[in-house]
């Protein structure tokens, strides 16, 4: 079994981090997402993704936003979409991390996620059959997702 490093060095003292390996989300929507709830606090973290989850709040797309459609709840982003799969897998990161930083006995209220990054994972092969007794090879890609969060200096 791979043993898998952090791609950011932090202080145990006052971080928590939580990853997931080999998630099969879309690519685009994790990086999306991830790039949007840098910087929020665990709390306000969990209650976005629940709320893209219901689809009440649109994730903004500003690197993959060709042919996506227009979100009047954006403010300075037009595109935007509810990746409601990667949202979920997300969720279920953030609530490890959640329950990390309770377990280091940092404070809930002040932790800041500040790195959240989506790298790839292995890929799932597969066949696409076709006519003729032709086939074209299917890949899937996998992804690796890491969220670490620190007590914000006040």
């Given amino acids: 079994m791979p043993t898998y490093k952090y791609s950011i060095q932090t202080d145990p003292d006052r971080s928590a981090k939580a990853s997931a390996r080999d998630i099969d989300v879309s690519p685009k929507a ?11 606090t665990i709390h306000k973290t969990i209650d976005y993704l629940e709320a893209v989850i219901e689809k009440k709040s649109s994730v903004p797309y500003r690197r993959h936003k060709r042919n996506v459609g227009h979100k009047s709840d954006l403010v300075g982003w037009a595109a935007g979409r509810y990746p409601v799969k990667a949202a979920k897998e997300i969720l279920k990161i953030v609530k490890n991390l959640e329950n990390n930083a309770e377990n280091n006995q940092l404070q809930l209220d002040k932790c800041v ?3 959240a990054v989506s790298l790839q994972g292995s890929r799932q092969r597969a066949i696409f059959y076709r006519a003729h007794g032709r086939s074209s090879p299917k890949t899937r890609q996998n992804m690796h997702i890491e969220l670490v969060a620190e007590v914000a200096e006040v």
């Fill in 113 to 115: 996620i500040v790195h």
């Fill in 30 to 40: 994790t990086r999306e997402i991830c790039n949007t709830i840098k910087g929020m």
